[in-house]
């Protein structure tokens, strides 16, 4: 079968494309941005995506054309898509139906720590040697890609509660059917599609009805959003995890590199690994509670945690230059912007913190983290903003109390040029953004040996 998938260089539908050719799919694609990583999975497994939405792309006929939900009435490529009549679904609409319905499906939501969680779980399960698929919206350093078709019965995906498609306006999540599921903690957010927290709740208990009884939901203890969530009706037994939950930690490092865990008050064992802060503490947990729900006991799943290299763009290190650090995550709400600092700075102490941020979410870019955004950023030493020209908000007034902490700028060049002049050996710059933020990690990298840091 042949499948045109639009938008096909986005995580998730990249991830479609190839599991749909590791079913022996023949797979086309387009998309306005066509850029790495996501564009050279797809090249090494003989994808080469189009560039643009262009009518001419459906030329000869698919046999079904797979809609992302970047797509918009009015798009060239969606209107004559309508008016030939082409077979079309949404992409969680094509994973159910050719893949999840065979499948006992971890599904791992929430607002923050998605990516992680599914990264760790998928890792878990196979160092297990349970051969998982997985469809994640990141590249688990672990496997180097973003989806795997695995075998059965496991598959881990990470469940989103963004809209499905412009002919369907459920969340993306209603769609997957999970047994295993983990919730984090549940904030506003996509303000571009929900009013507020209320309709985003309502999304997540469509997704609580699906879940059988022998099923497990997974969840943070003392969460006021998800209790309300769970009020609302709930058919499936859960375990909650954080303080004063079923399952607990105590750090033994500040940084929560090491932490020893319990399960209902009893001591399970110690955990020592390569990943900071108090969320990937609690995302451990959750990964934990979960695996044991698919049979993997828990001191195994802690011996396989301890391998665990991460999520690229999750504090991803991305080169030192005279003893200047550059980091990249991908960060764009205040709650993890707060949450990477806070383990960044557990983790170097009284050493400096540059903290430069691109909004780039529909949400950031509104005025809706008025009073939480720069409260977010006070762990760092000084914090340097891309301004775009359709920010809706006024970042002088936002960082009014900074002072000569912040820095902003409508261009990255000028951003990169004084960050690479203040910086000095010792220093942790932390680029955190959801998209490519114009190459800044190259370009700071560039700047700081021109600039002699090397010396």
């Given at each position: 079968?042949?499948?045109?998938i639009?938008?096909i260089?986005?995580?998730f539908?990249g991830?479609?494309?190839?599991l749909a050719?590791a079913?022996g799919h023949?797979v086309t694609?387009s998309d306005?941005n066509?850029?790495?990583?996501?564009?050279?999975q797809?090249r090494?497994v003989?994808?080469?995506?189009?560039?643009g939405f262009?009518?001419?792309?459906?030329r000869?006929?698919p046999d079904?054309v797979?809609v992302?939900n970047?797509?918009?009435r009015g798009?060239?490529?969606i209107?004559?898509l309508?008016?030939?009549g082409?077979?079309?679904?949404s992409?969680?609409?094509?994973l159910?139906?050719?893949?999840?319905g065979t499948?006992?499906?971890?599904a791992?939501?929430?607002t923050?720590?998605k990516?992680s969680v599914?990264?760790m779980?998928a890792w878990?399960?196979?160092?297990?040697?349970?051969?998982p698929?997985?469809l994640i919206g990141?590249?688990p350093?672990n496997?180097?890609?973003?989806?795997?078709?695995?075998?059965?019965p496991?598959?881990v995906?990470e469940?989103d509660e963004?809209?499905t498609?412009f002919?369907?306006?459920?969340?993306?999540?209603?769609?997957?059917?999970?047994?295993?599921?983990?919730?984090?903690d549940?904030?506003?957010?996509?303000a571009?599609i929900?009013?507020?927290?209320?309709m985003?709740?309502?999304q997540?208990?469509?997704?609580?009805?699906?879940?059988?009884?022998?099923?497990?939901?997974?969840h943070?203890?003392?969460?006021?959003?998800?209790?309300?969530?769970?009020a609302?009706?709930?058919w499936t037994?859960?375990?909650t995890?954080g303080?004063?939950?079923d399952?607990?930690a105590q750090?033994e490092?500040?940084?929560s590199?090491?932490?020893r865990?319990?399960l209902?008050?009893e001591?399970?064992?110690t955990?020592?690994w390569?990943q900071?802060?108090?969320?990937n503490k609690?995302?451990a947990l959750a990964?934990?509670?979960?695996?044991r729900h698919?049979?993997?006991?828990?001191r195994?799943?802690?011996a396989?945690l301890s391998r665990?290299?991460?999520?690229k763009r999750?504090?991803?290190?991305?080169?030192e230059?005279g003893?200047v650090?550059?980091?990249?995550?991908?960060?764009?709400?205040?709650?993890a912007?707060a949450?990477?600092?806070e383990?960044?700075?557990?983790?170097?102490?009284?050493?400096r913190i540059?903290?430069?941020l691109?909004?780039?979410?529909?949400?950031?870019?509104?005025?809706?983290h008025?009073g939480?955004l720069a409260?977010s950023?006070e762990?760092?030493d000084r914090?340097y903003?891309f301004?775009?020209?359709?920010?809706?908000?006024?970042p002088?007034?936002?960082?009014?109390?900074?002072g000569?902490r912040f820095?902003?700028?409508?261009?990255?060049?000028?951003l990169?040029?004084?960050i690479?002049t203040?910086?000095r050996?010792?220093d942790?710059l932390l680029v955190?953004?959801?998209?490519?933020?114009?190459?800044?990690?190259?370009k700071?990298?560039?700047a700081l040996?021109?600039?002699?840091?090397a010396?």
């Amino acid at each position: 079968m042949h499948l045109h998938i639009l938008g096909i260089c986005g995580t998730f539908m990249g991830g479609i494309a190839l599991l749909a050719r590791a079913l022996g799919h023949q797979v086309t694609g387009s998309d306005a941005n066509v850029y790495p990583p996501m564009s050279t999975q797809l090249r090494e497994v003989g994808i080469d995506p189009m560039e643009g939405f262009e009518a001419a792309h459906l030329r000869p006929s698919p046999d079904v054309v797979v809609v992302g939900n970047a797509m918009r009435r009015g798009m060239p490529v969606i209107e004559y898509l309508l008016d030939r009549g082409l077979p079309y679904v949404s992409g969680p609409e094509w994973l159910r139906e050719n893949l999840l319905g065979t499948r006992w499906v971890l599904a791992v939501a929430g607002t923050h720590g998605k990516t992680s969680v599914a990264g760790m779980l998928a890792w878990v399960l196979e160092d297990a040697g349970l051969e998982p698929g997985f469809l994640i919206g990141g590249v688990p350093k672990n496997f180097g890609v973003s989806a795997q078709l695995g075998a059965a019965p496991f598959f881990v995906v990470e469940a989103d509660e963004y809209d499905t498609a412009f002919f369907d306006k459920r969340s993306k999540f209603v769609h997957y059917r999970p047994r295993t599921l983990v919730i984090n903690d549940l904030e506003f957010d996509h303000a571009d599609i929900f009013d507020d927290l209320a309709m985003i709740q309502r999304q997540f208990h469509h997704l609580v009805r699906t879940l059988p009884g022998s099923g497990l939901i997974v969840h943070p203890a003392g969460s006021p959003a998800l209790d309300q969530v769970l009020a609302m009706g709930c058919w499936t037994p859960g375990e909650t995890v954080g303080e004063g939950g079923d399952w607990s930690a105590q750090p033994e490092l500040a940084d929560s590199s090491r932490f020893r865990v319990w399960l209902r008050g009893e001591p399970v064992g110690t955990l020592e690994w390569d990943q900071i802060g108090g969320h990937n503490k609690l995302n451990a947990l959750a990964t934990l509670a979960a695996a044991r729900h698919v049979g993997v006991p828990a001191r195994q799943t802690m011996a396989a945690l301890s391998r665990f290299e991460g999520i690229k763009r999750r504090m991803e290190l991305r080169g030192e230059v005279g003893g200047v650090r550059v980091y990249d995550d991908f960060a764009h709400h205040p709650t993890a912007i707060a949450t990477t600092l806070e383990g960044l700075r557990r983790r170097v102490g009284d050493e400096r913190i540059l903290a430069i941020l691109e909004p780039r979410s529909n949400t950031m870019r509104q005025d809706v983290h008025r009073g939480s955004l720069a409260a977010s950023l006070e762990l760092a030493d000084r914090v340097y903003l891309f301004i775009p020209e359709d920010l809706g908000w006024a970042p002088a007034s936002w960082f009014a109390d900074f002072g000569g902490r912040f820095t902003g700028s409508r261009r990255i060049d000028e951003l990169v040029d004084r960050i690479a002049t203040e910086a000095r050996p010792g220093d942790h710059l932390l680029v955190m953004s959801n998209g490519g933020f114009g190459g800044i990690h190259e370009k700071l990298l560039e700047a700081l040996v021109a600039g002699g840091a090397a010396d």
